[in-house]
């Protein structure tokens, strides 16, 4: 039971067998997850820092919960309240951390490769928990996993990742996934929010997001990330919802089910309506359930441990 990677900066760089090995990993820990002690003393000896430049709810939580859960001693670090804000540069902050024997990092931050970065110049393994628009690894895995609870083998299954692909770190992570797993991606969204040229990583492009639903057996929905776009992309949060939203009419129309993800935050009545994201077709929480046992699972095996705690 190991990787073949010391560090998760992407799933773009991990092996089919490496996923397979984390959800393993991950059924196990799930397991433990749902006993009255929640808790499993692997990573005693072993500290964490979760290092966030960005703003988190739930993957900060989740990997939180994770390492406590396996017994590791954890530190949180918020870029807004540290010395960032003085001008400390990236590798001078993390070697600081290190000096206090921290075995392991946990990094958000808003530059895409940052993690890559910082995996050049220090000895302890990073996990990339989001960086700018380029990869999620962890929500990938979480959103393949929670498919697979359902589905079993993914293989042959149509996944369609609908809503702002241009600047989603979770699409790019769904796509080397869900691809690594033998599923089929469609993206679909308005045509200035999907990049140019995404056909070239092997997904369908489908612009009309009814049609893109009639194909697929599963749809992850994204959230149109504001804070991102330079210069607007579409006119009106009430025209996306118009005619890029997700609702239950749409849905009802389509005559078929349809496993509904979103990676969250939610923005409600925009990219997806309450009924669907409250509705009986929606893992939306179990997703975030799993999250912790994909984290644990992550986090143990970069960890160098080899023996699955009982
Ligand atoms: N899905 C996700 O990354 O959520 P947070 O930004 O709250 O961590």
């Known amino acids: ?5 010391k560090h998760l900066l992407g799933i773009k760089e991990l092996q089919q067998q490496d996923i397979e090995t984390i959800f393993k990993t991950a059924d ?3 397991q433990v ?3 009255p002690i929640k808790k499993v003393p692997a990573l005693r000896d072993t500290t964490i820092a979760n290092i966030f430049f960005e703003n988190s709810t739930r993957t900060r939580t989740s990997f939180e919960l994770a390492e406590k859960r396996l017994g590791a001693d954890v530190v949180n670090f918020s870029a807004s309240a540290s010395s960032v804000s003085k001008g400390e540069t990236l590798i001078d902050t993390v070697n600081n ?17 940052a993690p890559w970065f910082l ?3 220090i000895d302890a393994s990073i996990i990339n928990a989001g960086d700018g628009v380029n990869e999620h690894p962890t929500q990938g895995l979480l959103d393949a996993f929670s498919m697979r609870e359902k589905f079993g083998d993914l293989s042959g299954k149509t996944v369609a990742i609908v809503g702002d692909i241009m600047h989603s770190r979770v699409a790019m992570s769904n796509i080397y996934c869900l691809q690594k797993l033998g599923a089929k991606v469609i993206v679909s969204g308005p045509p200035t929010l999907i990049p140019k040229h995404i056909e070239s990583m092997g997904v369908s492009v489908e612009y009309s997001v009814k049609k893109a639903l009639q194909q697929c057996d599963i749809a992850n929905i994204l959230r149109i990330q504001l804070e991102r776009q330079q210069k607007p992309l579409f006119s009106s949060l009430r025209e996306y919802a118009l005619f890029y939203g997700v609702n239950k009419q749409m849905l009802d129309s389509l005559n078929k089910e349809i496993l509904i993800l979103h990676p969250g935050p939610i923005n409600r009545g925009v990219e997806i309506d309450s009924d669907v994201a409250d509705g009986k077709h929606s893992v939306i929480l179990d997703q975030v359930e799993n999250g912790v046992a994909i984290r644990m699972a992550v986090v143990y095996l970069l960890s160098g441990n080899r023996e699955m705690p009982e």
Do not use: E, P, T, Y
Request: hydrophobic share 55%; proline share 0%.
């Open 1 to 5: 039971m190991s990787l073949s990677v």
């Open 28 to 30: 196990n820990f799930k």
């Open 33 to 35: 997850l749902q006993r």
């Open 97 to 113: 951390i290190l000096a206090m024997k921290v075995d392991m990092v946990v990094m958000r931050h808003a530059a895409s490769g």
């Open 119 to 121: 995996a050049q110049h």
